[in-house]
């Protein structure tokens, strides 16, 4: 039985993120997304598309716009988008309506680059549960499945939660 590979869309996000310390601040840089599935060692077939490289309080209507083209347009019917925690819920709303597609959104509250990051363990739950689920929309976060269109960021408790 053929496995069918996953289109991962990289938006950017705090998963992306990296520390400039002459600058003092974080900035989203290269997707690190590829990197993180090859040394987890994921032998399940994915191509990566990075289409932009944004903190999710940037992403405009047009962004999204373009997330929900660049999927719909792809052969693949299992997607798996990597995305900043503060607006994963409005992108979430906009996806909702492609039919016949399983999506999961996923990201981190550290960046992937930090050895303590949630990433990886995202990343892992979005792959696994782009491939159980049904078609629809789905957001991983804090070991949790949560419907795409039932979920919350409880940013005083650092986490996602159902609504």
């Known amino acids: 039985m053929s ?5 991962v869309v990289t938006t950017g996000g705090t998963i992306d993120k990296q520390y400039f310390d002459a600058l003092s601040e974080y900035q989203i840089a290269e997707s ?5 599935l090859k040394v987890s060692r994921v032998t399940h077939p994915f191509r990566v598309v990075e289409l932009m490289r944004k ?5 405009t209507d047009e962004d999204r716009a373009l997330v929900k083209a660049t999927i719909t347009a792809a ?3 299992h997607v798996v988008v990597t995305h900043g925690t503060d607006t ?8 909702a309506d492609i039919a016949g597609k399983t999506i999961v959104l ?3 509250l550290a960046p992937a ?3 303590e990051s949630d990433a990886p363990f995202n990343l892992g739950m979005a792959f696994a549960c782009c491939q159980a689920a049904q078609p629809g929309v789905w957001i ?3 070991g949790s499945v949560f419907d795409g269109l039932k979920v919350r960021k409880d940013r005083a408790a650092g986490k996602f939660s159902e609504i």
Do not use: H, Y
């Not at 496995?3 to 289109?7: G, M, R, S, T, V």
């Open 3 to 7: 496995q069918p590979p996953i289109l």
């Open 113 to 115: 680059r930090f050895a």
């Open 140 to 142: 991983t976060m804090n």
């Open 32 to 36: 690190v997304i590829e990197k993180l």
């Open 75 to 77: 052969p693949e019917t």
């Open 88 to 95: 994963m819920t409005e992108t979430a709303k906009v996806l």
């Open 106 to 108: 996923t990201g981190a």
């Open 55 to 59: 903190d999710s309080l940037e992403l």
